[in-house]
């Protein structure tokens, strides 16, 4: 399938409406944090259909009750494939794209947190390497807003894992965009 997978663009904002997982205050702010340089904004396309995104975040990522660690590192955050595109690899391309760069900008780790009953994400980073940091698992907590504006409580136990991007490097090279 052809998937291309490229950096959010201002004309393209408005675009992510039509992945099921956006919503539109939030898709902006993302993109203004990725103007601040803060964090890229990858989403993979499918001609002009958005269907994959992932944030790769330079300070540290959805922040939200990550334990008070010392993290050096860019953390991956906000993965998400349209359910109609699951199982074809897409995540694994957008990781394989975030991975690559952290490591071209010459960092050695790459962290994220998932939930801890996420099973397919779950099976998703311990395929590509991804291991446990060690550190409790920890509760997140928010607010969610859905697609009529009303606002609920989300709370989940996270457990945040790293990938050494060194091994990965010594074994074979990583895979173009
Ligand atoms: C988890 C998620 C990102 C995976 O995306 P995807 O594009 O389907 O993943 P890939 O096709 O690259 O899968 C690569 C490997 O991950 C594992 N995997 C992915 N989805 C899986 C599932 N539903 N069940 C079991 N293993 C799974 C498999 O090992 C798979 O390899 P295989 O297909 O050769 O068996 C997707 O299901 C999703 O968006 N879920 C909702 C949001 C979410 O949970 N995001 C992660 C937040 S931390």
Known sequence: MDIDIRSLKSPEVSRLQYL???RKETQRRRFMLQESGRLIFFV???GNWPVAQVLLNW????ASGVPPQVRPWPEASSLFVHPDYRRMGIASRLLDVCERITFQ???ENIGLCV???NQPALNLYAHRGYKDAGWEPYLARGVYTDANGGQSNWRETRVYLLKS???KNESRSFCSV
């Open 20 to 22: 099921p997982f956006s």
């Open 44 to 46: 993979a396309w499918r």
């Open 59 to 62: 300070e540290g990522g959805d």
């Open 105 to 107: 900008r010459g960092y």
């Open 115 to 117: 939930y801890v009953k």
């Open 165 to 167: 991007l060194r091994e």
